[in-house]
């Protein structure tokens, strides 16, 4: 093991997590969690694959959001520019609810929607908030990619272009890497803030781990527990979040290089 674990610092930090840890068990009420134990690794599913397919989606689009406003036409990078705006100066709740509320209750008026194959699934609470949460993690990303693809040295994009590259080829082979390669830490703080937004679904009734713990709460009236086992999950969470975006950190520069 690395000698830098075992500073003083490192030690005492140690110490004092094992005691409270050590406090919460054996002083707080657990008595409840055998009966949601069933509950709890849905909620958690919910939570992960919600973050996952969100940032997934919302990368994909923030890529082509970045790039019509770094180098598109205005017709490009005005709507381009007008969406990244408006995702970033309203709520993450508002847009959850005028999303839910708003499409949620206009498509039941349309009568090929609600007699369609989609509609089993346009009934139900999470296509809305998959949508919410992938269109303000690609309006934030979008700005960050916009920057990102201006800060790719421009003589390397002219060199290119001289040597008679392809469009497509010189954004996929020199471009874009390099230009995720200098998002990437900014897009690993943003997938923490993602995981942090993910509470708000359980404002539309999706059964999320935050969920899980609210209705623990309100069954038993118990509010500290529940809520410092649900901040250790989201923790271990961040943790895994940050190993791996540090993982990438590392190998993505080799290739873009």
Not at 34 to 61: C, K
Not at 97 to 117: A, D, M, N, T, V
Not at 200 to 219: E, G, H, K, N, P
Request: aromatic residues 12%; proline residues 7%.
């Amino acid at each position: 093991m690395n000698r830098a674990f075992w500073q003083p610092h490192r030690l005492v930090m140690a110490a004092v997590a094992l005691a409270l840890v050590a406090w919460c068990a054996l002083t707080l009420r657990w008595d409840w969690l055998p009966d949601y134990l069933g509950l709890a690794p849905l909620g958690l599913w919910r939570t992960i694959w919600i973050l996952l397919a969100s940032v997934t989606l919302g990368m994909a689009l923030a890529i082509p959001l970045g790039l019509a406003q770094a180098a598109g036409p205005w017709w490009l990078a005005w709507p381009a520019r007008a969406f990244c705006t408006v995702i970033r100066g309203t709520p993450l709740l508002l847009q959850l609810w005028l999303l839910y509320y708003g499409l949620g209750s206009l498509f039941p008026q349309i009568p090929w929607i609600r007699h369609s194959e989609l509609w089993p699934i346009l009934r139900q609470a999470w296509p809305y908030a998959l949508l919410a949460l992938t269109l303000s993690f690609a309006g934030y990303e979008g700005e960050v990619m916009r920057g990102a693809f201006r800060g790719v040295a421009h003589g390397q994009l002219e060199a290119a272009r001289a040597m008679g590259m392809p469009r497509l080829t010189l954004l996929r082979r020199i471009w874009l890497p390099q230009a995720v390669q200098r998002a990437l830490p900014t897009l690993g703080g943003e997938t923490v803030l993602q995981l942090k937004a993910t509470p708000l679904v359980a404002t539309i009734t999706v059964v999320d781990i935050y969920a899980v713990a609210s209705r623990v709460r309100q069954d038993t009236f118990i509010t500290y527990e529940p809520l410092l086992l649900l901040a250790v999950v989201y923790m271990a969470i961040t943790g895994l979040i940050v190993l791996l975006f540090r993982a990438l950190e590392r190998r993505i520069p080799s290739r873009a290089a």
